[in-house]
């Protein structure tokens, strides 16, 4: 489609210039005054119908690898069950298996990169079994590395590091993960998350004050089919436990689980809980729960 641009004129007759196209010409010397030859967009299409994505741009980049993601990587292609088109031969097969295995070898340059590929291995399949963001995950990959950079793995567990790095992640953010929850699904024990924990945070100074008790109600009332009257009645306590000065050295997980316990208990329209299901959801003994009920009273 012809455009015509009034406000330039064609620097050889001062004649009207005409876009045609990727050119601008002049409409009486036919001079060419620029082009644009380059095709900014893309030479394919994407339907959501298409079986195959034809973007060529590959994966963003990610801190959950040591790479960042910008090495290339021999995928085992598609077509017959075991990976490999039925046109392959067996020693063409071979071949492929061999190069795969020297390209991984040769991405891992070093056993700091060695170290960083087990963490991060880690830390992805922690936060993917606690469904925790994506963003989590990144951030708690970097935080592994800066302890890496600053030399904190000696004497102590890669494990406890990677599980330390997620539990450290949860609490700057504000997502209400205990150190029993990590330690669950973690290859790292309880005492290796603790140490590596205590390191991270007394070297490298994390942004991490104390837990608020409110933080475990959503995620607490919604197990024990609790509703929001209950958990305004909770806040309420809470707070009122704050006021008081009466959490400090308290689990706060044990006080969120023993106030839902004391609430549940004024509203008749709401499932009633016992000391038992409460403490077991919070991962705490049955006497923290009476405990707090009985400074709930005293107030």
Same mark, same amino acid.
């Given at each position: 489609?012809?455009?015509?641009?009034? *406000?330039?004129?064609?620097?050889?007759?001062? %004649?009207?210039?005409?876009?045609?196209?990727?050119? +601008?010409?002049?409409?009486?010397? %036919?001079?060419?005054?620029?082009?644009?030859?380059?095709?900014?967009?893309?030479?394919?299409?994407?339907?959501?119908?298409?079986?195959?994505?034809?973007?060529? !741009?590959?994966?963003?980049?990610?801190?959950?690898?040591?790479?960042?993601?910008? *090495? !290339?990587? +021999?995928?085992? $292609?598609? $077509?017959?069950?075991?990976?490999?088109?039925?046109?392959?031969?067996?020693? @063409?097969?071979?071949?492929?298996?061999?190069?795969?295995?020297?390209? !991984?070898?040769?991405?891992?340059?070093?056993?700091?990169?060695?170290? &960083?590929?087990?963490?991060?291995?880690?830390?992805?399949?922690?936060?993917?079994?606690?469904?925790?963001?994506?963003?989590?995950?990144? &951030?708690?990959?970097?935080?592994?590395?800066?302890a890496q950079t600053e030399g904190l793995f000696h004497g102590r567990s890669l494990e406890g590091f990677a599980a330390a790095a997620v539990y450290a992640t949860c609490r700057t953010r504000s997502?209400?993960?205990?150190? =029993?929850?990590?330690?669950?699904?973690?290859?790292?024990?309880?005492?290796?998350?603790?140490?590596?924990?205590?390191?991270?945070?007394?070297?490298?100074?994390?942004? !991490?004050?104390?837990? #608020?008790?409110?933080?475990?109600?959503?995620?607490?009332?919604? @197990?024990? =089919?609790?509703?929001?009257?209950?958990?305004?009645?909770?806040?309420?306590? /809470?707070?009122?436990?704050?006021?008081? $000065? @009466?959490?400090?050295?308290?689990?706060?997980?044990?006080?969120?689980?023993?106030?839902?316990? @004391?609430?549940?208990?004024?509203? #008749?329209?709401?499932? *009633?809980?016992?000391?038992?299901?409460?403490?077991? +959801?919070?991962?705490?003994?049955?006497?923290?729960?009476?405990?707090?009920?009985?400074? /709930?009273?005293?107030?």
């Amino acid at each position: 489609m012809a455009e015509t641009d009034s *406000s330039a004129v064609c620097p050889e007759c001062d %004649g009207r210039l005409r876009r045609r196209g990727t050119e +601008i010409i002049c409409e009486e010397c %036919g001079l060419v005054v620029t082009e644009d030859a380059i095709d900014r967009g893309p030479e394919w299409r994407s339907f959501d119908d298409d079986e195959t994505d034809r973007r060529r !741009t590959g994966a963003p980049l990610t801190r959950s690898r040591h790479d960042r993601g910008l *090495s !290339t990587e +021999i995928g085992f $292609g598609s $077509g017959s069950r075991s990976g490999y088109s039925s046109r392959v031969t067996g020693r @063409k097969r071979r071949q492929i298996a061999r190069l795969r295995r020297e390209h !991984t070898r040769a991405r891992i340059a070093s056993k700091a990169d060695r170290n &960083q590929v087990y963490g991060f291995t880690e830390i992805r399949r922690v936060t993917a079994l606690l469904s925790l963001p994506d963003s989590t995950r990144e &951030q708690a990959c970097a935080l592994f590395e800066s302890a890496q950079t600053e030399g904190l793995f000696h004497g102590r567990s890669l494990e406890g590091f990677a599980a330390a790095a997620v539990y450290a992640t949860c609490r700057t953010r504000s997502i209400p993960r205990t150190t =029993d929850e990590i330690a669950a699904v973690s290859r790292a024990d309880h005492d290796e998350l603790t140490v590596a924990y205590n390191a991270l945070n007394r070297e490298l100074g994390l942004p !991490t004050g104390p837990i #608020d008790p409110a933080q475990y109600l959503p995620r607490y009332a919604s @197990k024990l =089919d609790l509703g929001p009257p209950v958990e305004r009645r909770v806040r309420e306590y /809470i707070d009122a436990l704050l006021e008081a $000065g @009466k959490i400090g050295g308290r689990n706060p997980s044990g006080v969120a689980a023993a106030c839902l316990y @004391k609430a549940a208990g004024e509203y #008749d329209d709401w499932p *009633s809980v016992t000391q038992a299901a409460a403490a077991d +959801i919070a991962d705490v003994a049955a006497v923290t729960i009476r405990s707090t009920v009985t400074e /709930i009273d005293a107030l």
